[in-house]
C-alpha cells in the first residue's frame, strides 16, 4: 500500500522542528497564560518614557508572573556566580577548531554577569549586546581553562548572537532569553565547522525541575542556588540536537550574508 506525501506539509513540519528551539519560550508563556494569577499590576522601568510591563508568564516557571524578576535598571551590584560546566567526556582540545554557542535565560545570565545591561534601546543595531563577549569570555575560561590569549590568531571570535525577544512586553523592547556564538581557531572560509551547543539552566526560579527533566543526571538545588550557574553541553542533555550544526552555522552565514536563515526565524 503506499500514499502520496504533501511537499507541503513535510516543508511545513520541517519549519516548525528548526523553530521549536527559537519559539520554546514564547510557547511557555502561551501555554501558561490561562493558568497565570497575576501577583501585581505591572514593574516600572527606566524608559525614555516611563511605562509599565504588562502581567506575562515567566519563562522559566510559567506559574508565577515575569514581574516577579527586577531585570531592569541593571547593572546590579550583587556579586557574580561563577559557570559551572560538569566534567564531560567530550570536552574538546585546546588545537581543534571549534564553533561554540552558549545561551539561556536572562534570570540565569544576570547572576552571571551582575554588572552587565541587557537594555536594548529601540531601533538600535549593535552587534553584539555588551554581554556577549563576556558571556563569551566566560564559557571559553571554562572550557579550556585558560584565559583569552590576543597572540593567537582567532583563539576567540564573536560570531553571532541571538537575541529571545519578549514579545508580549511590545512596546517595550526586551529580551528574556540570549546567546553568543563565538569561534574558536575557525578558519574564515569554513562555513561548516563543528559545533558544541552549551545551555545555561536556570536552577532557582522552578526548584530544579527544568534541569532534572532534560538531564540525564540528577540535580540538587541546594548544590547551585546562590552558589553557581549550571551549563551543560548538548552531549550530556537528553535532547539529541541534531540539527544544532546547521543551526548555528547557517545563523553564522547568515551574518556574514552567505546564505537566508528564515527557515530559524
Known amino acids: 500500500m503506499s500514499c502520496d ?10 519549519a516548525a522542528w528548526n523553530n521549536a528551539r527559537f519559539a520554546r519560550h514564547t510557547m511557555i508563556r502561551f501555554a501558561a497564560r490561562k493558568a497565570l494569577k497575576p501577583k501585581c499590576a505591572g514593574v516600572l522601568f527606566n524608559f525614555p518614557h516611563t511605562m509599565t510591563l504588562p502581567d506575562i508568564p515567566c519563562l522559566t516557571n510559567p506559574t508565577h508572573s515575569f514581574n516577579l524578576h527586577c531585570f531592569y535598571p541593571p547593572p546590579s551590584d550583587q556579586p557574580a556566580l561563577p559557570l559551572y560546566i560538569p566534567p564531560c567526556p567530550h570536552a574538546p582540545s585546546s588545537e581543534q577548531p571549534l564553533r561554540i554557542q552558549i545561551e539561556g535565560p536572562l534570570l540565569a545570565l544576570q547572576k552571571l554577569l551582575p554588572g552587565v545591561s541587557w537594555h536594548i534601546p529601540h531601533d538600535s543595531p549593535e552587534f553584539p549586546l555588551p554581554g556577549g563577549p563576556e558571556l563569551a569570555k566566560l ?9 583569552i590569549r590576543p597572540d593567537i590568531a582567532g583563539d576567540m571570535v564573536v560570531r553571532d548572537e541571538y537575541k529571545g525577544w519578549l514579545v ?11 546567546g553568543v556564538t563565538f569561534d574558536h581557531l575557525v578558519p574564515t572560509d569554513d562555513t561548516d565547522p563543528e559545533v558544541l551547543q552549551i545551555n545555561i539552566v536556570e536552577i532557582e526560579d522552578d526548584g530544579g525541575v527544568y534541569a532534572n527533566k532534560y538531564n540525564p ?24 540536537g541534531t540539527t544544532d550544526r546547521q543551526r548555528i552555522n547557517d ?5 556574514d550574508g552567505r546564505v537566508d536563515d528564515t527557515i530559524y526565524k
Open 139 to 147: 564559557a571559553f575560561q571554562k572550557i579550556y581553562h585558560r584565559d
Open 5 to 14: 506525501i504533501d511537499p507541503a506539509v513535510v516543508a511545513a513540519d520541517t
Open 217 to 240: 543526571f540528577d540535580i540538587d538545588p541546594a548544590e547551585y542556588i546562590g552558589k553557581k550557574v549550571l551549563a551543560v553541553p548538548r552531549c550530556c542533555q537528553k535532547r539529541k
Open 251 to 255: 545563523a553564522v552565514n547568515a551574518r
Open 168 to 178: 508580549e512586553a511590545r512596546p517595550i523592547v526586551m529580551i528574556d532569553y540570549y
